[in-house]
């Protein structure tokens, strides 16, 4: 008979297990901080969204002063010339003061809007880019899985072979051991062999039917000489 093939030692095939577990656990660490960074990446859109939205709300704050101060003009009663020059004036400025403020308030919004549209591009490619991380990662995850349960497999076979082979040599041994009793009284003398000590027990067993064997054959010589005689 050919000699069998023997699967690979318990204790490698626990440190393939280990190391299985420890790539699915990583593969969660790295699914769980992508999606944390998509999280911030939306807090941060949503932040900008209402800036515009404030710089917006002093735009029209501006347009009402405005309006406030024409109706105020066309209200109003001088009796003095340099009266309505100096209002005249002073509306001037004022509405000087009020434009330039509407114009940077302005320049704030296209900047910020500028600004939004920037990020939200940068983001929408960041988002694709972690959705598509994601993906591989679950994909991964899902394959180291995968691996866990097949090795988790393969142990709980190695160990119930392992079970089926410790008790086939311990039958083997213990067949050995009454054999090599039975023959230790036919040759009636005390031996030192450990009971434990299988391979010198059945070296022992091997010296014994090769002596056996021999003399059968030295007998079966002299009865065919006295055949012939």
Request: avoid cysteine; charged fraction near 35%.
């Amino acid at each position: 008979m050919g000699a069998t093939s023997l699967p690979p030692p318990p204790q490698e095939n626990d440190q393939k297990r280990i190391r299985a577990l420890k790539k699915a656990s990583k593969e969660r660490e790295l699914k769980r901080q992508r999606v944390q960074e998509l999280a911030k990446a939306k807090q941060e859109m949503v932040a900008l969204r209402l800036e515009h939205q404030k710089l917006s709300m002093k735009l029209q704050d501006y347009s009402i002063f405005n309006k406030y101060l024409e109706k105020v003009v066309e209200n109003s009663e001088f009796e003095e010339i340099h009266e309505v020059i100096a209002r005249y004036r002073t509306l001037v400025s004022m509405h000087q003061d009020l434009m330039q403020s509407a114009q940077e308030g302005q320049e704030k919004i296209e900047r910020a809007k500028a600004r939004l549209a920037r990020y939200m591009e940068e983001k929408d490619d960041e988002i694709l880019q972690h959705n598509n991380e994601l993906a591989r990662l679950q994909m991964r995850f899902d394959r180291a899985r995968s691996d866990v349960i097949i090795w988790e497999s393969r142990w709980a076979h190695i160990q119930n072979t392992a079970a089926k082979k410790t008790l086939l040599l311990g039958t083997i041994k213990m067949a050995t051991l009454n054999l090599f009793q039975i023959v230790s009284k036919q040759l009636k003398e005390t031996t030192t062999v450990s009971l434990e000590d299988t391979h010198k027990q059945l070296d022992m067993i091997q010296q014994f039917i090769q002596d056996l064997s021999d003399i059968w054959a030295e007998v079966r010589k002299k009865e065919q000489q006295q055949v012939r005689v």
